[in-house]
């Protein structure tokens, strides 16, 4: 019985031994795993670089043709710009207006700002986003999605994300 009492007496400290060592190790692991995370978005921060990366669709719908600009400086997106342009073979006034339409209510945004140059053959609208003053309450852009801590713009993730969605990207630094 003695030896009973003992074997448990055994099995329960090495059981608590083992229980303090996971949670030593863990802490380390948690400790060691969000200081890297701070050197790398410390790293970003640290880029002091201004680029402008330009995607176009290789997809038309409707007979008008896409692109994305942004402009990132210091890692941070500062602007993203969407051009749009059409042209008809013949007259077709639904498409300016239904842009002119757009261009006037994007105009009513905070932070935005929207040019239209259209006839009923063939036009134009070009969209900025004003990162920094856009309410994102009222606008939603993609690129939202792809901020990380410190509005550091995960730029990569955004590029593979536009790929898979049939643009082609170069980058001008």
């Not at 003053?133 to 713009?153: A, C, G, Y």
Request: hydrophobic residues 30%; contains cysteine.
């Amino acid at each position: 019985m003695k030896k009973n009492i003992e074997k448990k007496l055994k099995l329960l400290t090495i059981s608590f031994l083992l229980i303090i060592l996971v949670l030593i190790s863990t802490s380390i692991i948690l400790y060691t795993s969000e200081n890297n995370k701070e050197e790398v978005i410390q790293e970003r921060e640290d880029i002091n670089t201004s680029k402008t990366i330009t995607c176009i669709s290789n997809e038309q719908k409707d007979d008008v043709y896409d692109m994305e600009i942004v402009r990132i400086e210091n890692g941070i997106l500062l602007t993203r710009t969407n051009i749009k342009n059409w042209s008809h073979s013949i007259p077709n006034q639904v498409t300016c207006n239904y842009y002119t339409e757009q261009s006037t209510k994007l105009n009513n945004l905070s932070g935005v700002e929207s040019k239209i140059t259209c006839n009923d053959l063939e036009g134009t609208i070009e969209t900025t986003y004003t990162i920094g003053e856009i309410n994102k309450d009222e606008v939603r852009l993609k690129q939202f999605d792809f901020m990380e801590k410190n509005n550091i713009f995960y730029e990569t993730g955004w590029l593979d994300y536009m790929k898979r969605s049939n643009y082609k990207c170069t980058s001008n630094e």
